[in-house]
């Protein structure tokens, strides 16, 4: 699957004031994903709490959605070689887990880097983390 294809459009209120927020793409397992690949950025922020979605059921596609509080967004690069998060050079088990989460494969976060079809400047790419907020 191309990363043109994969952007399937999850969209979310930042809390207090339901204001839309830019957040695309589902994630693996909303019982399990820590953060998302966003390959053309976000304006969420920390604290602003969105809506995540799946299609992990037994019954087939079936489309489920959990809560989340947004803890961190981290700007993303790569020079096709190695996966710079925030500040920091991703290990390869981070980079892992961001593919596994954002249902990518590994070579399509290599890839996207400026120069490329997929690379938008005016948009850069983060990665979101996310802790589920319990109903009660």
Not at 44 to 63: A, M, S, Y
Request: glycine share 10%; proline share 5%.
């Amino acid at each position: 699957m191309s990363l043109k294809n994969w952007v399937k459009g999850i969209t979310g209120n930042k809390a207090g004031d339901g204001s839309s927020a830019e957040f695309s793409g589902f994630v693996h397992d909303i019982d399990t994903a820590q953060c998302l690949f966003c390959p053309y950025g976000t304006s969420l922020q920390p604290g602003d709490r969105v809506t995540i979605h799946d299609e992990k059921t037994v019954f087939g596609r079936v489309p489920r959605h959990r809560l989340v509080e947004i803890t961190v967004v981290k700007p993303f690069r790569t020079t096709g070689r190695v996966i710079t998060v925030g500040s920091d050079m991703a290990s390869e088990n981070e980079v892992r887990q961001i593919a596994g989460d954002s249902e990518i494969a590994v070579d399509q976060l290599m890839t996207h880097r400026k120069g490329t079809a997929t690379y938008d400047a005016a948009r850069p790419p983060v990665v979101v983390y996310f802790q589920p907020v319990e109903a009660g």
